[in-house]
């Protein structure tokens, strides 16, 4: 989220293999976009930080980030170049932590010639700017998807999902996926298709109601039903069971049934 709020057009995550091991050394997430001005930076690292960036989702808390790196790894650094060639670094360590007692224990400065040849070699595209965070101390033990191959896969379908709508044109915005250090191991995320959850095109002959918009807390959204009989819903089997299951209880309800699904 933070990528594309910083106007990125293209996300490279890199999930890094030990050699000759199958464990993950460390995860890469690049982008373009314009990068973090030192505030911001440093404010971001606070817990539940107000950088003024986000209006809703958890980054609005300041702990989607943090949280998010922390229960990767152990440990996170961020390197950023903004579009004024401001060049920073930040770093933050869940054992530093722990031995102060729990304090943050932020390490910070301008970036170094090093550092700056770490973002030239993994910033998509040649970009000049941008931000990657890189974190280290993978939770190995902790996933299912145990190699980096494996764990490319099973993220790209999560990306696919999540990021659906937001990928509609590679041209403007993408996001790749590299399972180990090889090139043909480069995966283009590829949004899903339409999810259909109710079944406007399973049930054609229900009843669509009209739109509705509701207000709360000052966003809002719009959803639709659909009645569906039980008659209807037995014309269509080995569909998403709709609620119409065999009780007592339930065979005597109403035949008209209600199915929502938020758009």
Do not use: C
Request: net charge positive; aromatic share 8%.
């Amino acid at each position: 989220d933070n990528s594309f709020d910083a106007d990125s057009k293209h996300v490279l995550i890199k999930i890094i293999n030990k050699p000759n091991e199958k464990n993950i050394k460390e995860i890469v997430i690049a982008d373009n976009g314009y990068g973090v001005g030192i505030d911001i930076l440093l404010e971001s690292m606070r817990l539940a930080a107000d950088t003024g960036q986000r209006t809703n989702g958890i980054g609005k808390f300041g702990t989607g980030m943090k949280s998010a790196a922390f229960n990767l790894g152990r440990k996170f650094i961020m390197y950023t170049i903004t579009e004024a060639g401001e060049a920073h670094r930040v770093e933050m360590n869940i054992d530093t932590m722990m031995a102060n007692g729990g304090m943050p224990g932020i390490m910070w400065g301008p970036m170094s010639s090093k550092d700056k040849k770490y973002f030239a070699k993994h910033v998509p595209d040649k970009s000049e700017h941008g931000t990657i965070i890189k974190i280290t101390g993978v939770k190995n033990d902790d996933r299912r998807a145990k190699t980096a191959s494996a764990y490319r896969n099973k993220l790209v379908k999560r990306l696919a999902v999540t990021y659906r709508d937001m990928l509609q044109n590679p041209a403007h915005r993408k996001i790749t996926v590299m399972g180990a250090m090889k090139a043909n191991s480069m995966q283009l995320v590829e949004p899903t298709a339409e999810i259909d959850p109710i079944g406007w095109e399973m049930y054609p002959a229900g009843r669509l109601q009209p739109w509705t918009t509701v207000g709360y807390k000052g966003s809002s959204f719009q959803y639709r039903v659909m009645f569906i009989s039980k008659a209807m819903a037995a014309e269509y089997p080995g569909q998403p069971d709709m609620g119409f299951g065999g009780g007592s209880r339930q065979s005597r309800r109403a035949t008209s049934q209600i199915g929502y699904s938020f758009i």
